[in-house]
């Protein structure tokens, strides 16, 4: 599988950020957007594919959340809830309804493969070879998220096209198949991860994770990746459809560091350390989507309010290097950074 000749894919980030003008950009500019699918309903997805496909002719991608495999058992979940009330009370809003929730993974399938979407990718987890299959016979190829050796080799043999090998220095969610183990900081690096999965495979590579710039390109690219994900570098254009309070952080040099947390949604992802990861992060449970139903008011209640303190801030490791251009202008530069044509 090719990428059209494209290097540089902008990261599906769900949330907002990922909207169709900057996908679109992006993929005018040369590379591949990707519109993000996750907290969405299955007729928003098909409006914000009507939409892309009035801004471009190139391939586009969009991003789905596999079904969340945690227990049924929420047993943690009071316990946190109890303490979120805190939050709750002085933000003025009420803790979120928890529900069964599997993000409309049925219909969104169904119009990801009647659309014949270029590219679709997998996040927390890879679709059964059913699926996959199904989805290729429309045209489409497949890209399952993985974070290491093993789900590389699941996503494999399930026959996905392509791999997108996330590191930990990615921000917002890690992809990992399973929600049950500890957030670590001392995972193994990106590099390390996609020379890995290289060694067991000859299929197309996506690198993503912490890339910022033409040299971070350069050295994934030499490494055996065919092309690389950035997303937080996206953050800050113009055309991105990040919360302005969310824009004004990254650029804050108050916050100074990223931390992995499931204070948020229960699953691990990194962002930006602020008030709300370091009040809640030692006691969230891992119960996903739970704990994101618990503190999605939590978080529209503090961006209404210009809080960036309890909003979830989500950024790479490289966020410093950030730079707020338009995002034409920012692929294009990428491209020269790094050697590669337009």
């Known amino acids: 599988m090719a990428f059209q000749g494209s290097t540089i894919i902008q990261a599906p980030m769900a949330g907002g950020a990922a909207n169709p003008l900057l996908a679109a950009t992006v993929c005018n500019a040369g590379g591949i957007g990707f519109l993000a699918g996750g907290y969405k309903k299955a007729e928003e997805i098909k409006k914000e594919i009507r939409e892309i496909r009035k801004m471009t002719k190139a391939p586009f991608g969009v991003n789905l959340f596999v079904p969340s495999s945690d227990p049924a058992s929420l047993a943690g979940l009071e316990a946190y809830k109890l303490k979120l009330e805190r939050a709750a009370k002085a933000l003025g809003c009420s803790l979120g309804e928890v529900r069964m929730d599997d993000d409309d993974w049925e219909e969104k399938k169904k119009i990801v493969a009647e659309e014949k979407i270029p590219f679709v990718s997998f996040t927390f987890g890879c679709p059964d070879r059913t699926d996959i299959q199904w989805l290729q016979k429309k045209g489409t190829s497949v890209i399952v998220t993985v974070t290491n050796?093993?789900?590389?080799?699941?996503?494999l043999k399930n026959q996905a096209n392509a791999l997108c090998v996330q590191g930990p220095e990615a921000g917002g969610h890690r992809s990992v198949f399973q929600n049950n183990g500890s957030p670590k900081e001392d995972e193994a690096s990106?590099?390390?991860?996609?020379?890995?999965?290289?060694?067991?495979?000859?299929?197309?590579?996506?690198?993503?994770?912490?890339i910022m710039d033409g040299t971070g390109i350069r050295e994934?690219?030499?490494?055996?990746?065919d092309a690389v994900q950035m997303g937080t570098a996206f953050l800050c254009c113009p055309e991105s459809g990040a919360h302005p309070i969310y824009k004004e952080a990254l650029r804050n040099p108050a916050f100074t560091e990223t931390i992995v947390t499931r204070s948020f949604t229960g699953?691990?992802?990194?962002?930006?350390?602020?008030d709300f990861i370091a009040a809640y992060d030692d006691c969230a449970?891992?119960?996903?989507?739970?704990?994101?139903?618990?503190?999605?008011?939590?978080?529209?209640?503090?961006?209404?309010?210009?809080?960036?303190?309890y909003m979830s801030l989500w950024a790479g490791t490289g966020f410093k290097g950030i730079r707020p251009l338009p995002a034409e202008e920012l692929v294009k530069k990428l491209l020269d950074e790094a050697g590669l044509e337009r």
């Open 267 to 274: 699953r691990p992802a990194r962002g930006l350390k602020n």
């Open 149 to 155: 050796e093993v789900e590389a080799e699941q996503a």
């Open 220 to 225: 994934m690219l030499d490494a055996g990746a």
């Open 190 to 210: 990106l590099l390390e991860i996609l020379s890995s999965v290289r060694r067991i495979t000859s299929a197309p590579l996506i690198a993503a994770g912490g």
């Open 285 to 309: 449970p891992a119960l996903y989507p739970y704990v994101h139903q618990l503190t999605q008011p939590i978080r529209k209640a503090a961006a209404d309010r210009g809080d960036a303190g």
